[in-house]
């Protein structure tokens, strides 16, 4: 079983910016993809960003595009996400989430993840 711990939520400004960290413990398979996942009140879950293990691929989401920068750790077993110029239609809970194998992460589907982690929540003021 996989754990996953996000951090590094929090409020800020119209034009802010977060860094997000999901740490893994626990087997992560080299076929592995960690994406990043928002849902705001009312909304749908939505896939922010992904990564994949095996090349470091990376793949965005329309929504934040251009404002966004997802990285790793492998030593750390750490996946971070960088956010810059935030607005208020950003705010929302943050959740990290694994796949071991597969593509749901890359093709946006939330329900082909296999752990989730406990989410952070991210608040953008105007």
């Known amino acids: 079983q996989v754990q996953l711990v996000e951090s590094g939520g929090g409020s800020v400004q119209f034009g802010g910016s977060l860094r997000l960290s999901c740490a893994a413990s626990g087997f992560t398979s080299d076929y592995s993809t960690i994406g990043w996942f928002r849902q705001a009140p009312g909304k749908e879950r939505e896939r922010v960003s992904c990564i994949r293990s095996s090349d470091g691929s990376t793949y965005y989401g329309d929504s934040m595009e251009g404002r966004l920068t997802i990285s790793r750790d492998k030593s750390k077993n750490t996946v971070y996400l960088q956010m810059n110029s935030l607005k208020p239609e950003d705010t929302a809970v943050y959740y990290c989430?694994?796949?071991?194998?597969?593509?749901?992460?890359?093709?946006?589907?939330?329900?082909?993840?296999?752990?989730w982690g406990e989410g952070t929540l991210v608040t953008v003021s105007s």
């Open positions: 989430a694994i796949e071991q194998r597969g593509s749901s992460c890359i093709f946006g589907y939330a329900s082909g993840m296999d752990n």
